[in-house]
């Protein structure tokens, strides 16, 4: 399986909404609603934002939200701070036990 | 609090083998499945291998399929990642991470600090 595909980068001015999007198959995201998003700062281990397309684990901020439409999941981020720099990659799983990740969205605040 | 400790880590020959461990505190166990996710330099994330919380099931990347061993001791809190015939696009930073839902073993809510597994002749 193919990992989904992200786009290698997204910038915005503070305050600002992005979305990153990703996009699977009907095998993976168009089937399950099993995508996830990570935050990974350099150097650093990621950081779960969003799980089950759109639910918050406690403690991430509800300016992260989560959406999918058939095969593509989207990860908005409203309300863009400096402290949003950094790679965001989705995730889902497939028909055959196995989890794939996008390959990562470099986010920049300009 | 949760906290996950990667230990084994290091230089190893392509053909070689090495084995991670994985020791875990601040939460139940056996509770939760477990999984690695590595990172070769530069590149992004890759899904290695899970284990459910009772040991019962183990999934893994078909990249590794057949060359990678993923066991866990839930009476001392460990879970490992035996990996043999290394290749040298197995080098990255290995991080254990725990699944967030009991259940099953889709998202990773916790991670430890990474691990480097460097394959080179």
């Known amino acids: 399986q193919s990992a989904l595909t992200q786009p290698a980068s997204v910038s915005g001015s503070p305050g600002q909404s992005i979305t990153i999007s990703c996009t699977g198959t009907?095998?993976?995201?168009?089937?399950?609603?099993?995508v996830s998003w990570y935050q990974q700062h350099p150097g650093k281990a990621p950081k779960l934002l969003i799980y089950?397309?759109?639910k918050w684990p406690s403690g991430v901020s509800n300016r992260f939200s989560g959406s999918k439409s058939g095969n593509t999941a989207s990860l908005t981020i409203s309300g863009l701070q400096a402290e949003d720099e950094g790679y965001y990659y989705c995730c889902s799983a497939d028909s055959g036990t196995q989890i794939l990740f996008g390959g990562g969205t470099k986010v920049t605040v300009l | 609090e949760v906290q996950l400790l990667e230990s084994g880590g290091g230089l190893v020959q392509p053909g070689g083998s090495l084995r991670l461990s994985c020791t875990a505190s601040g939460f139940t166990f056996k509770n939760y499945g477990m999984t690695w996710v590595r990172q070769a330099p530069g590149k992004g994330l890759e899904w290695v291998s899970s284990?459910?919380?009772?040991?019962?099931?183990?999934y893994y990347a078909d990249s590794v399929k057949g060359r990678f061993t993923i066991s866990r001791d839930n009476s001392k809190n460990m879970m490992s990642l035996e990996m043999n015939s290394l290749r040298v696009e197995d080098t990255a930073v290995y991080y254990c991470?725990?699944?967030?839902?009991?259940?099953?073993?889709?998202?990773?809510?916790?991670w430890g600090q990474g691990m480097l597994v460097t394959v080179t002749s």
């Open positions: 991470a725990k699944v967030h839902n009991s259940g099953g073993y889709y998202e990773y809510d916790s």
């Open positions: 089950q397309v759109s």
């Open positions: 009907s095998s993976d995201i168009g089937t399950y609603n099993l």
């Open positions: 284990i459910r919380g009772d040991g019962s099931y183990a």
